[in-house]
């Protein structure tokens, strides 16, 4: 299901770019808006400049964030850019601002299902979560400052209509992903797994978080298990609970809101 999810989110912004933005110089956001802007003003196709662009960005996330979401983020990548190379770029519509809304929305949509898949589309999105994962910041803030410098490049290259319209298209592509995804909170999980071992190394091999084991005993089988308790971000949550079921599909998973958190929240030999 998560490879469906990452396909389906990737070809939902590809056509939102070639059918919806690009036609009429309205730019997506973060590191797909920049290769917009070199596939307008160069030689260079948008799809190549994607995929050049992210590529560094990749290679650092792989070696900070967790491996199954770095994999489905290259896939995310790669189908973007040879999608944005084989689609035409074609007008569905001649109005410019009305591309804007739907190509802002469309894009938001196919982010949002790439988030929901344990991966992202790359770009600024790695950024955001690398630093959000450290300082624990809101992607949405993260990302909104970063597209910034999206809109004033656009302003200053192109025209000031298009910068504008860029900016009618970011804030609804963060709005509509904000709906699919999440908002950013915490959440406290207690996994009881017969497979305590097994899911220990299997969590803290792909996930940032700290764990906590404990032993407990069922209460009408009085079958020896393990208590896993870890908090970690909504953002969090889907790559997570994959997680758990490689290993464990009948394990045992309490999942609640948490307040507030105090002392250790990262681990400090991930880096």
Known sequence: MQIIGVIAGSLIVVVAFNLFLIPHAVLSSG?????????MITPLN???????LNLPLIIIGYKMLGKKFIMNTIFS????????????????????????????????LGVGLVFR?????????IIGMIVSRRKDFPIGVLLSGMNAV???????????DAALNTLISIYLTGKVVDTIYTDHAKLTLMIITDKGQELREHLLANLY???????GIGAYSKDKRNIIITV???YELNEVKNLIVEVDPCAFVNITETVEVMGLFHRKNRF
């Open 31 to 39: 590191l797909s808006g920049i290769s917009m802007i070199l596939g």
């Open 232 to 234: 970690i971000t909504r």
């Open 150 to 160: 999206v809109i004033v490049i656009s302003g200053f290259l192109l025209n000031w």
């Open 46 to 52: 948008t799809g190549l400049a994607n995929f050049l």
């Open 77 to 108: 990548v790669v189908i973007i850019s040879v999608g944005l190379y084989i689609v035409p770029v074609l007008p569905i519509a001649k109005d410019s601002i009305l591309s804007s809304i739907f190509g802002g929305i469309l894009a938001g």
């Open 117 to 125: 898949s344990s991966g992202s589309t790359g770009g600024f999105d």
């Open 209 to 215: 978080r700290g764990l906590t084991v404990m032993d």
